[in-house]
């Protein structure tokens, strides 16, 4: 907004004075400030400005008044014959700038923020507006020190900052509150304790009462159970609410004669009170298959085994694993292995899962195929695998494999152990015997010999296999085949 003051005209009467925007002048100056000196202006200025500065018309500093504290005396004791400019940091130059401009047109400029250099540490902001003086030339630059607002604005900024974090947790809790919820095999309900009408239901819970999940909330969670029942459930959630403390009761599912037990706590939300109740059925229904039970405790046995147990695709992407293989990769939750190749934790990437699964789709299983696991974070294991092919229908087949952790085997590591010592000792046989270039020679035919044969014996003699692990093509290795005299060398089809 534009705003004026009032001047007298020729013939005496008043008419608005139009100056620049945001400047609101005295009406009569003359008259205010009749018989005010130097001294008395200058107090006045110091005494309304955190600091005010002198600048002639090429912006060199004249003098200065500063009743800041925050800025310390070394700071500014040389500014006095410095240009502004250079009492600045390196970003607000432009506006000094700005400001010197405006004042030099004969204007009052609008405020702007300016960061000083200061040796304490953190810049210090000062909020500067420029207005010409005299006719010289000359300026004054007046300034308000912002530094309790750049407090604030950190504070404001930390706090904002504090509350997206605690966001984000909240949004982390609830997501593993929610995935809990739904993967339960157990039977949960959330029941409002005021009039309670089952506020959610997990999937768990629709398959135990065979309903729609859409239909679950808003009915009344007694009448879910028979009518001789409704009364203990009215009874043990009362004494729940009453108490505060976790108990069971038994009662029968509505039209199923399905005897459950049902155990529920109290907890608090939004000004409310919530139930959370578990039901589970005391037996077996009668159209669940006989050996279900057996083939429970077979999982749990996977699920609990020393070894680790993967079940994956035809294509090697990864459906379930145990725990014991969520350690030896050192994942640390069975959701960061689902969905990943296992390829990725082998030692031979692209080659080891691919010598595995054309094994099981040739011979249907793979035994003590030794290789190593590696770990998310760099470490690695020796294993063996041993793999089996599950056929569901002509096109749906899975592999499941066993991986054991063979580190630790004392006869393994002085097998390889006499491996490696063998080469050698038919080396230093050969020194004196030989000059010193047929001996590199006949020391990178012994390597090359041993390398191909412990190929052959990690592939099971699958030529093809051999080949990719070692890098070659397949005429390549049956040229060194030959030449060891290794393997059956007029069958060059071999697999």
């Known amino acids: 907004?534009?705003?004026?003051?009032?001047?007298?005209?020729?013939?005496?009467?008043?008419?608005?004075?139009?100056?620049?925007?945001?400047?609101?002048?005295?009406?009569?100056?003359?008259?205010?400030?009749?018989?005010?000196?130097?001294?008395?202006?200058?107090?006045?200025?110091?005494?309304?400005?955190?600091?005010?500065?002198?600048?002639?018309?090429?912006?060199?500093?004249?003098?200065?008044?500063?009743?800041?504290d925050d800025l310390p005396s070394d700071d500014y004791e040389g500014w006095i014959n410095k240009p502004w400019i250079e009492t600045v940091t390196v970003e607000s130059r432009p506006k000094v700038e700005a400001l010197l401009d405006s004042a030099l047109s004969g204007s009052t400029s609008n405020w702007r923020h300016i960061n000083h250099p200061s040796?304490?540490?953190?810049?210090?902001?000062?909020?500067?507006?420029?207005?010409?003086?005299?006719?010289?030339?000359?300026?004054?630059?007046?300034?308000?020190?912002?530094?309790?607002?750049?407090?604030l604005q950190q504070k404001l900024l930390q706090a904002q900052q504090s509350m997206e974090r605690n966001y984000l947790q909240i949004r982390h809790l609830e997501t593993r509150y929610r995935l809990l919820f739904q993967v339960s095999s157990e039977a949960v309900f959330i029941v409002d304790a005021a009039n309670k009408k089952v506020v959610e239901a997990n999937p768990a819970a629709e398959k135990l009462l065979g309903e729609d999940g859409a239909k679950l909330p808003g009915q009344k969670f007694t009448k879910l159970f028979s009518d001789s029942g409704n009364g203990a459930v009215e009874n043990f959630l009362g004494e729940v609410r009453s108490t505060g403390r976790r108990t069971q009761v038994k009662a029968q599912l509505a039209g199923q004669g399905l005897e459950c037990v049902l155990s529920a706590s109290l907890f608090s939300q939004n000004g409310g009170s919530l139930y959370l109740i578990s039901v589970n059925p005391l037996q077996e229904r009668a159209e669940e298959p006989k050996g279900s039970n057996v083939h429970d405790k077979l999982l749990k046995l996977m699920e609990k085994a020393p070894d680790g147990f993967v079940l994956t695709g035809a294509d090697g992407i990864i459906l379930d694993a145990n725990q014991a293989f969520i350690e030896l990769t050192e994942t640390g939750s069975e959701e960061r292995v689902l969905g990943e190749s296992l390829d990725r934790w082998f030692g031979r990437s692209g080659v080891d899962l691919n010598v595995l699964t054309a094994n099981l789709r040739k011979h249907g299983s793979v035994r003590l195929f030794a290789t190593t696991l590696r770990g998310e974070y760099g470490s690695s294991v020796?294993?063996?695998?041993?793999?089996?092919?599950?056929?569901?229908?002509?096109?749906?087949?899975?592999?499941?494999?066993?991986?054991?952790?063979?580190?630790?085997?004392?006869?393994?590591?002085?097998?390889?152990?006499?491996?490696?010592?063998?080469?050698?000792?038919?080396?230093?046989?050969?020194?004196?015997?030989?000059?010193?270039?047929?001996?590199?020679?006949?020391?990178?035919?012994?390597?090359?010999?041993?390398?191909?044969?412990?190929?052959?014996?990690?592939?099971?003699?699958?030529?093809?296999?051999?080949?990719?692990?070692?890098?070659?093509?397949?005429?390549?290795?049956?040229?060194?085949?030959?030449?060891?005299?290794?393997?059956?060398?007029?069958?060059?089809?071999?697999?």
């Open 1 to 68: 907004m534009r705003v004026t003051c009032l001047e007298k005209s020729k013939n005496g009467q008043l008419k608005p004075e139009r100056h620049d925007e945001g400047v609101k002048q005295f009406n009569t100056p003359q008259n205010s400030f009749k018989g005010l000196k130097a001294e008395g202006t200058a107090t006045l200025i110091a005494a309304a400005t955190d600091i005010a500065l002198v600048i002639d018309a090429d912006g060199i500093i004249q003098d200065l008044s500063l009743r800041d």
């Open 119 to 151: 040796s304490r540490g953190p810049d210090l902001p000062i909020l500067y507006a420029t207005a010409p003086i005299g006719s010289d030339g000359k300026m004054l630059a007046i300034g308000r020190s912002a530094v309790v607002v750049a407090e």
């Open 382 to 495: 020796d294993v063996e695998v041993s793999a089996t092919k599950l056929v569901m229908s002509d096109d749906d087949s899975y592999f499941g494999f066993i991986i054991r952790d063979i580190g630790l085997r004392l006869e393994n590591n002085s097998r390889k152990q006499s491996r490696l010592a063998r080469p050698v000792e038919q080396l230093t046989e050969l020194v004196g015997r030989l000059p010193l270039r047929d001996l590199v020679q006949e020391s990178t035919n012994m390597v090359e010999r041993y390398c191909i044969e412990a190929a052959l014996e990690i592939t099971g003699e699958n030529r093809t296999s051999a080949a990719e692990i070692l890098g070659l093509s397949r005429q390549s290795l049956y040229v060194k085949l030959r030449r060891y005299g290794l393997g059956d060398n007029d069958s060059e089809t071999s697999e």
